[in-house]
Nanobody, 115 residues
Framework: QVQLVESGGGLVQPGGSLRLSCAAS????????MRWYRQAPGKQRELVAV???????HYGDAVKGRFTISRDDAKNTAYLEMNSLKPEDTAEYYC?????????WGQGTQVTVSS
């Protein structure tokens, strides 16, 4: 059974940093495509970052240069490092892992950027 457990969300001031974690079990992240999405109230879900084997990464325009997706193979955990946070980054963040044609989702973690 695949399980993705997210953590690391919280309240942070503008300009601050957070690191989200997505601990995986039942699936090997290094063999999968990892994505982070976010959804703010009243808005559509937005792709934030993609990571895949071979070091491939892709970022949404809104976070390019500020966010970094990474993976720790020993811990089988994906990360989203978020720097220079802005109020518009406030959203529920979701980890998504795809293996072949099947997608798995974490439960979400709330990030609030406010002074």
């Amino acid at each position: 059974q695949v399980q993705l457990v997210e953590s690391g969300g919280g309240l942070v001031q503008p300009g601050g940093s957070l690191r989200l974690s997505c601990a995986a079990s039942g699936i090997t992240l290094r063999l999968s495509v990892m994505r982070w999405y976010r959804q703010a109230p009243g808005k559509q879900r937005e792709l934030v970052a993609v990571g895949a084997s071979g070091g491939f990464t892709h970022y949404g325009d809104a976070v390019k240069g500020r966010f970094t997706i990474s993976r720790d193979d020993a811990k089988n955990t994906a990360y989203l490092e978020m720097n220079s946070l802005k109020p518009e980054d406030t959203a529920e963040y979701y980890c998504n892992v795809q293996r072949d044609t099947i997608n798995y989702w974490g439960q979400g973690t709330q990030v609030t950027v406010s002074s």
